[in-house]
């Protein structure tokens, strides 16, 4: 169950990580040029010497990938934990990706030279943890900026799928002073406007 006092606490923060992801959809929405994708990834947050971002789990996100060039993309989602807590940490994702072996996209009737590819990636990741009564601690606001590789980028969306393979990163919270390792198995993106 959701502690609806913290909910009620906190919707100021709410609304700055809701404005955040609007302005993101509406820039994404002007990119019609480019393409459009649904996303889903796996994260997991693994604890170093100085914190975490979430206390150990699988954690999952949902959200909206738009190229912006022919190598840069604009990604905006909302990861959450799915195990062993549901619920308990939720994140708004914001990033700018780099493929960094070749163009990611060229044209509705021209494919890539790549059909395989690597993304680089920096973004913030903002939002609660401690959300649910199942948790030990007190429900906590943070936000982290990150930078991440992805070392495999199967298909594009002129083939209306790529899939994300093995990515890794840091993440840093200039609040806690704290650095955290994250690793992203899978991701999926699918063609919603090629």
């Known amino acids: 169950m959701v502690r609806l006092k913290f909910i009620f606490r906190c919707r100021s923060g709410y609304r700055i990580i809701l404005l955040i992801l609007a302005l993101a959809l509406v820039a994404v ?49 909302l990861a959450g934990m799915l195990t062993p807590l549901p619920g308990d940490t939720m994140l708004g994702v914001l990033s700018v990706g780099y493929a960094m072996m070749g163009e990611r996209r060229v044209s509705e009737r021209i494919p890539p030279a790549n059909w395989v590819n690597m993304l680089a990636e920096m973004g913030v990741l903002a939002g609660w943890t401690g959300i649910t009564a199942a948790s030990p601690g007190d429900p906590h606001a943070q936000w982290w900026l990150f930078g991440r590789i992805t070392p495999f980028t199967l298909g594009n969306s002129f083939y209306g799928r790529r899939d994300r393979v093995l990515a890794f990163g840091l993440a840093w919270s200039p609040i806690q002073g704290a650095i955290s390792l994250l690793f992203n198995i899978m991701g999926i993106d699918i063609a919603l406007r090629r």
């Open 29 to 77: 929405s002007g990119t019609a040029a480019q393409d459009l994708s649904l996303s889903f990834q796996h994260w997991s947050f693994l604890k170093s010497g100085t914190g975490s971002i979430s206390s150990p789990g699988q954690h999952v996100s949902a959200g909206l990938t738009a190229g912006i060039s022919s190598r840069i993309e604009l990604h905006a989602g």
